[in-house]
């Protein structure tokens, strides 16, 4: 599946604050075909619900946006 679970989480948690940034995203990327930074922006766009450029542990569990969402289109 595309989802982590909390153990890799954590270990890509660097400086564990409790949410990935676009630094953290790219070593998981970098696991993933393609280059890092399409893979980071994917996810950026699919699960950082608030917009804040950073994946919390609850936004991936509560799954990808849902696309044409009236209020993500800011």
């Known amino acids: 599946g595309g989802t982590m679970d909390r153990a890799q989480f954590d270990e890509l ?12 995203l790219n ?15 994917q ?5 950082d619900h ?4 950073r994946v919390t542990m609850e936004e991936l569990q509560d799954g990808p946006e849902k ?6 289109m800011q």
């Open 13 to 24: 948690d660097a400086n564990q604050d409790g949410s990935l940034d676009e630094d953290e």
């Open 27 to 41: 070593t998981w990327g970098a696991t993933a075909a393609g280059k890092p930074e399409d893979h980071t922006d």
């Open 43 to 47: 996810v950026l766009e699919r699960y």
């Open 50 to 53: 608030n917009d804040d450029h």
């Open 67 to 72: 696309t044409g969402d009236s209020d993500a």
